[in-house]
Structures are given as structure tokens and as C-alpha cells.
């Protein structure tokens, strides 16, 4: 490939990379945003994030059978197109439902793209060149999840957040047309393999069951609702159904003979329990800091900032070390770190100032670079050439299932326990009732109306509610991330059997977020 040519190409993926990484990302300030442009309370703008993390996942298993039929070009071509239009529909759409089966086509598409343009990477180069398209492809990965929520907070300042899916329309259809011209006559061999439908629609049964079950728990009577349990029902039988006929199907869509290792079944179980915790984390934090604290979504933005910059940081020394130093270790003492981050903040004193703030990013910034590549590492463990990749697009099903069932999942844990927080503050403690009175009439004394008094007084309980529950739910992910900790030390010795270094951590790479 001439050099020309070469940079086009490495423009082009990594533009698409960074692209669908960076609508993840950006997106989480705009949660309460996107929830009142439509009239809806804040638990369905979580639906919107969910949304796009489960039709993601499913994109992963489906996209190289979705290669072999129509070609990876015209496949990868095809999703580009499908972002672009769904991003329309996004930026366009005064309907909530729309909006969220648009969200969901764009998360599926998306996911599309990232199995396919990394495989289009490794097709495309000369070995000597394969390395310096991996780091390009690392900083593509980088920044996305370094700037996105900082740009994310800018977007909705300066413009409201359907900028984001504005820009979306004309980035993606540049990536689209680049990627014709760049790999045009380059399309990889057809291997039309024989689509799993059966496993196709009980996976899609199963993930949507789960997710729907966790989505009507927010807005209704939580898991008293039997709709609820009649869909967390649904969900399960369908998960097992699953299993099931994937053992026995001679071409599965996942391959879950794969749990028979115990090392891929320590992995995948880690990045799902390990995703399902930072995600759910990621989105409570920013969007009660907004709703709850009051923070503006480019200050939230500037507050994650130095976690995120650090844990790219830590995750380069975290690869160069994992081939040195048990990847079980590092695994054991970065979740021992982040469980110790979160015991801090689930204390902290959420009036301090903006810069005292900030020193429990940095803190969980360089423990979270070594979070997800020990899991990846441990799920790859002995395994090469296509049954690594294959083993990839397993863990990563499992790592994007678990984001999406930790966005509604904490959004239940904090709303139970602020409600117990708000009852306890006022209804069950005469003594807090006494302070409350006394608070009214002082208010009153100011010379503020009753009802002024009364929505003062209301907003300020409100408050601290939601800071109790908020320090509540890291201390509950505190002890799930010590849980962690344990399971790296119950998996066995690592064994790297790919022999192309740059290989080996691709196919790590992909397995992260």
C-alpha cells in the first residue's frame, strides 16, 4: 500500500472509530437534556443510553456473518450509512419513541463498524506496518473516551444536544465515501456462513427481556410490577433457552463451548460484573451531579476529565507490563484500587470545592487503566489465530451487556435509596421535622413567601438525599469491585499462545472499552 493511500485509510478507520466511541461518551451529560426536550422524566433518558449499549452488543456476533454475506467493504460501508441516517432521525425527531428506536439503530451500526474496521486495519497492512495502525488505532480509542464527556458538556453550553447528532450526518457519511474510494476493489473473499436464526432471536429476547424487565422497574412500582417479573421471566428462560441451543448448533452465533475454559468464563464473567459496575457508576455520576448538585454538564465534563486522562495513561504502562507481571495481579491490585476510590468518594463531602474534587478522579483514573485489560487478557488466555477473535466478539457481547444493564441498574439502586433517604430525613425522625419547622419560620422571618419557604426547604432535602444515596451506591460498587478482586485470583496462569505481539494486543484492545 503507498503511503498515500496508507494515511487515507488510517484517517478514515480511525475518524469511524473515534466516531462511534465518541456518541457513548458525550452522550452521558446529555441524558436530562435529551429526557426534557421530550417531556419525559430523567429515567427515560437512561432508556436512550441503554438503549444504544444493548443494540451494540448484539451488533458484535452478527457483524462477521453480516461481512461474509455482503462483503466486509460494503458491510462496513453499509453500517457508516445507517449511523448516519439514524443520527438524522435523532437530530431531527420531536418523538421520544422514535428517538429511542433511532438511538438503538445507531448503537447497532456502530457496533457494526468496530469488528469490521479493525479487521479491514489488520487485512489492509504490510506486518511491518501493523504496529504503527495499532497505536493509531489506540489513540482513536484514546481520545473519544478522554474528551467525550468534557466535549459532550461543551456541545449542549454552546448548542443543544441534538449538535451532537448533527455532526454526526456529515462525519459519518465522509467516513462512508472514504471507505469506498480507499478499499474500492480491496473486498475481503465472501464466506456466506448460514445465519443463526434461532439463536439470533432468543439472544435478542433474552438481552431485550433483561434490559426492558430493568427500564419499566425505573418508572413503575420497581420489582413489585408484574409486568417486571413477568419480562425478568422471560429474560431468563430465554438466556438459558439460549445456552442451550448454541451448544448444540453446529455453526453457533456465540460460541459458548468457550465457557468450558475456566479462564474465558473468569473473563467474561469479569467484564460483564466489571463494565455493569463503572458504567452504571459513569452514569449516575454525571447526571445527578447535574440534576442533584447542580453542575453545569461542561463543569461535570472538566470533573471526569483528569479520571479519564489517566486511565489511558495506566492502561499504556498496564499493556507494556501485563507480558512482565501476572496479569492476575495487576487485575487483583487496580480492582483493590478502585474499590478503595470508591469507599473515598462514597464519604466525601460533596459541598467541597471544584478543585478538591478532582483529586479522587486522578486517584481512580490511574487504578482504571488497569481495570478491563487483566479481565481481557485472562478471557484470551491460550487461545490464537481465529479462535482468539472469536473469543473477542464473545467477550466483547459480554463487556457491552454489561454497560448497558448498569445504566437503568443504578439509576434503580439510587432512586430506591434516596426515597429511603428522603423518608428518613423528614417522615420517620420527629427530630428532623422539629429542625424543619424551625428552618421555615427563620425563612419566613426573611421576609419569603410560604410557598417560596416550603420550595427552599424541599429543594434542600432533595439535595441531601441524593447525596446520601449517591455516597450509598459507590459504597455498594465498592464492595462488588472487592468481589472482583477475588475472582482475578481463582483464574489460572495466563498463557499468551498468539506469537504476533501486535496481534495479540489487538485482539485485547477490542475486548476494552
Not at 436530562?32 to 451494540?56: C, E, H, I, K
Not at 486517584?363 to 485472562?378: E, H, V
Not at 410557598?451 to 439535595?463: E, Q
Request: proline share 5%.
Amino acid at each position: 500500500m503507498d503511503p498515500f493511500r496508507f494515511l487515507v485509510l488510517n484517517l478514515t478507520l480511525g475518524i469511524g472509530h473515534f466516531l462511534v466511541l465518541f456518541n457513548t461518551g458525550a452522550y452521558l451529560p446529555m441524558i436530562p437534556y435529551a429526557a426534557g426536550a421530550f417531556g419525559r422524566a430523567l429515567t427515560f433518558g437512561d432508556w436512550t443510553q441503554a438503549n444504544f449499549f444493548v443494540a451494540m452488543a448484539l451488533a458484535f456476533p452478527i457483524a462477521p456473518r453480516l461481512a461474509g454475506r455482503f462483503g466486509e467493504v460494503h458491510t462496513l460501508v453499509g453500517a457508516f450509512l445507517v449511523f448516519a441516517l439514524s443520527s438524522a432521525v435523532c437530530a431531527s425527531t420531536a418523538h421520544f419513541w422514535v428517538f429511542l428506536l433511532a438511538r438503538g439503530a445507531q448503537g447497532f451500526s456502530g457496533g457494526v463498524t468496530v469488528p469490521l474496521s479493525f479487521r479491514a486495519m489488520l487485512r489492509h497492512y504490510r506486518p511491518e506496518q501493523r504496529h504503527l495502525g495499532l497505536v493509531l488505532w489506540g489513540i482513536a480509542a484514546l481520545m473519544p473516551f478522554t474528551l467525550g464527556p468534557t466535549l459532550g458538556g461543551l456541545l449542549i453550553h454552546e448548542a443543544g444536544f441534538r449538535a451532537l447528532f448533527i455532526l454526526n450526518v456529515p462525519a459519518a457519511l465522509a467516513v462512508a465515501l472514504l471507505c469506498t474510494v480507499v478499499l474500492f476493489h480491496r473486498e475481503s473473499g465472501l464466506v456466506a456462513e448460514p445465519m443463526d436464526w434461532g439463536g439470533l432471536v432468543l439472544l435478542v429476547v433474552a438481552l431485550a427481556g433483561g434490559l426492558w424487565a430493568l427500564d419499566l422497574a425505573e418508572v413503575g412500582d420497581f420489582w413489585r410490577s408484574p409486568r417486571v417479573e413477568a419480562l425478568a421471566f422471560v429474560s431468563v428462560a430465554a438466556g438459558i433457552a439460549f445456552a442451550v441451543w448454541e451448544w448444540r448448533c453446529t455453526i453457533p452465533l456465540v460460541d459458548v463451548r468457550l465457557f468450558r475454559r475456566w479462564n474465558f468464563a473468569i473473563g467474561a464473567l469479569g467484564l460483564f460484573a466489571t463494565a455493569l459496575l463503572f458504567q452504571g457508576l459513569m452514569a449516575i455520576y454525571v447526571v445527578q451531579y447535574e440534576v442533584t448538585l447542580g453542575y453545569s454538564p461542561l463543569w461535570v465534563g472538566l470533573l471526569i476529565l483528569p479520571m479519564a486522562i489517566f486511565s489511558k495513561l495506566a492502561s499504556v504502562f498496564t499493556h507494556r507490563w501485563m507480558t512482565r507481571v501476572d496479569p492476575r495481579l495487576i487485575g487483583f491490585v487496580a480492582l483493590l484500587g478502585i474499590a478503595a476510590t470508591c469507599d473515598f468518594v462514597s464519604s466525601y463531602n460533596r459541598s467541597a470545592s471544584f478543585e478538591a474534587l478532582l483529586w479522587p478522579q486522578v486517584a481512580a483514573g490511574i487504578f482504571l487503566g488497569g481495570l478491563f485489560p487483566p479481565f481481557a487478557a485472562i478471557g484470551l488466555s491460550g487461545l490464537a489465530g481465529a479462535a482468539e477473535w472469536q473469543a473477542s466478539a464473545v467477550l466483547n457481547l459480554s463487556r457491552v451487556s454489561g454497560q448497558a444493564f448498569g445504566v437503568p441498574l443504578f439509576a434503580i439502586l439510587w432512586e430506591v435509596r434516596d426515597i429511603v433517604h428522603r423518608h428518613f430525613l423528614v417522615e420517620a425522625d420527629v427530630g428532623a421535622r422539629r429542625h424543619v419547622a424551625v428552618l421555615l419560620g427563620l425563612l419566613a422571618d426573611h421576609g419569603l413567601a410560604p410557598r417560596v419557604a416550603h420550595a427552599v426547604v424541599a429543594r434542600a432535602l432533595d439535595k441531601a438525599a441524593g447525596e446520601l444515596a449517591l455516597g450509598e451506591v459507590f459504597y455498594i460498587a465498592m464492595w462488588g469491585f472487592v468481589a472482583l478482586a477475588g475472582l482475578c485470583l481463582v483464574a489460572r496462569p495466563v498463557l499468551f499462545a498468539e506469537r504476533d505481539a501486535p496481534v495479540r494486543l489487538a485482539a485485547q484492545e477490542l475486548v476494552e472499552p
